[in-house]
């Protein structure tokens, strides 16, 4: 479900096309810092009370974490818009991304790119797997948020994100066969290649004069137009080895026909042969399945077999698992007996993709996120809420066998309260909870008894990272144990005695924070 960029993104409901804008923010997003009012307890991480950490700038108390659920079951409605029919006016260059200086040493990025790319491949095919990486994608945000795009990018990296996905629109790119327009895709993917982040990059939306004059969910005519601009694309961004073909092809909306041999036909396999014939070192993911099929669509488990019939040729199996209603977790709450496939019910989707496709295909989670109320009154869980299951999808993908990426959508609220509001930052820029969830997610594993095993990653950094646990106990803060060090990639399990009730954060002094808190159940 990921748009080229909101106002002209790409987000489809059964509305008429909205052509409008986003507004770009007017106020400076506030970063969440927790910081102490004692400086000298705060280096020790002991400060007084629950309201020792407080929002930096606020002066008020961060919201401890909990499970209460705001709002009742409810089937899913998706409110996003239409995607625009017209092209997209082209944007200024950043010349300080594209100036000769940044050009000489952006090839020099390849290898280090690649590096990245490289150890998802890696990964254990018989266990969980240790090298998932974790991203974010907002397009709006990226081009139009608050600050330069350099500022952003800047914020990209505080948060730990390893990866960025965003959508090269093909219709906008080439409004005419041949006369393509590389200004917005130079601007964001040299941004991101100069800031060390690795790009994940969706293809999406026919032009008009490859489908018969049809809006740009309508599959190409012919297969070789796709594949001539998949080809461009890689051969202009050597740098990028992961790419995405199309987007929810599964719902009417996104792909017409719907149907997977179509898919697989006219877009997945053309692009596929055409970037690995440019770049062999590329990895090219399909499905990229809504988790329901919705009128006139098809499940995720049927569009995967379609696919395996159709000999689709893919590296890794994309899959956006959303909940499908507020009362769903990352663990629990999926419907048993459906052919949807959420976060809750992962293994339904593993299991689909090593019948279709073999053990070693790889699985990408390319898009996931819960909405909060506010602003949300009818499928927003609470503040709380979103953080303590931003923490949990993490654990999630990372105990998943064959998971190798999992990205949350949106850095921040759109404006629009009907449309997503599934942001680590309000639309008015103020931090929410989730945002230390995403930087440092902090979850528990399991409990037997009074043994209770917790999980962690200090995302920002880089290399071992040392961390302190803390209890709440009898008012106040205290540490368990000695300050611990993190492994290379970052991660941390904890085994404690503890009981239902109690409370646990990280202090991690690189970062001068706190995690969120976790209560164990």
């Known amino acids: 479900m990921a748009p080229p960029s909101r106002g002209e993104d790409g987000r489809i409901t059964d509305s008429e096309p909205d052509s409008e804008e986003r507004t770009p923010p007017k106020r400076r997003v506030e970063r ?26 606020s002066g008020s108390a961060v919201e401890p974490v909990h499970t209460e659920l705001i709002g009742s079951r409810a089937v899913r409605r998706d409110p996003r818009p239409r ?73 990209l990296r505080s948060l730990g994100v390893d990866v960025v996905r965003i959508t090269l629109d093909w219709r906008a790119t080439e409004p005419r066969a041949g006369i393509f327009d590389w200004t917005r895709a130079d601007l964001l993917l040299d941004g991101l290649a100069a800031h060390d982040l690795a790009p994940l990059v969706t293809l999406y939306g026919t032009p008009a004069w490859a489908n018969g004059g049809a809006p740009e969910n309508h599959a190409p005519t012919s297969a070789t137009a796709f594949a001539a601009f998949a080809r461009r694309a890689a051969q202009r961004y050597p740098f990028v ?44 993911a399909g499905g990229v399945t809504a988790p329901r099929g919705s009128t006139g669509g098809v499940s995720p488990v049927q569009w995967i077999a379609g696919m395996a019939s159709a000999h689709a040729r893919l590296d890794a199996y994309a899959h956006n698992p959303y909940p499908l209603d507020p009362g769903e977790t990352p663990t629990s709450g999926g419907c048993g007996h459906c052919e949807t496939i959420t976060m809750a019910t992962l293994p339904r989707l593993l299991s689909a993709v ?14 996931y996120g819960y909405q909060t109320n506010p602003p949300d009154t009818y499928l927003g869980v609470s503040y709380a809420a979103q953080a303590l299951y931003t923490s949990e999808a993490a654990l999630r993908a990372y105990e998943a066998p064959r998971v190798d990426l999992l990205i949350h959508y949106l850095v921040q609220d759109e404006p629009d309260v009907a449309r ?4 680590v930052y309000t639309a008015a820029g103020r931090a929410k909870p989730a945002l230390q969830a995403l930087r440092f997610p902090f979850a528990e594993e399991s409990r037997t008894g009074r043994r209770t095993v917790l999980w962690g990653q200090v995302r920002a950094g880089s290399g071992p990272q040392t961390y302190r646990l803390l209890r709440f106990a009898s008012g106040r803060w205290v540490r368990v144990g000695a300050d611990t060090t993190t492994t290379a990639r970052r991660y ?14 990280l202090w991690i002094p690189s970062q001068h924070t706190y995690s969120a808190i976790v209560t164990v159940r």
């Open 420 to 423: 997503w509001q599934s942001g």
């Open 241 to 284: 080895r992961m790419w995405a073909i199309w987007n929810e092809p599964n719902q009417r909306r996104w792909l017409v026909p719907t149907s997977a041999d179509v898919y697989v036909r006219k877009l997945l396999n053309p692009a596929y042969a055409a970037i690995h014939g440019a770049n062999p070192q590329a990895l090219v």
């Open 354 to 367: 090593q019948r279709a496709f073999g053990t070693a295909t790889r699985i990408w989670l390319t898009e």
């Open 32 to 57: 969440m810092a927790l910081v102490c009012e004692d400086r000298d307890a705060d280096d020790r991480g002991e400060c007084d009370g629950e309201g020792g950490g407080r929002e930096a700038g």
């Open 83 to 155: 995607v625009a029919a017209q092209t997209r006016r082209a944007r200024p260059a950043n010349t300080a991304l594209t100036g000769g200086t940044y050009r000489g040493s952006r090839m020099r990025r390849v290898a280090l790119l690649g590096v990245l790319v490289a150890l998802l491949v890696l990964a254990s095919t018989a266990s969980a797997s240790p090298y998932v990486r974790f991203g974010i994608q907002d397009d709006a945000w990226l081009e139009y948020g608050p600050g330069t795009l350099d500022e952003r990018l800047t914020e």
């Open 492 to 505: 941390l399990t904890r085994a404690v005695a503890a009981t239902p009730g109690m409370r646990f954060r």
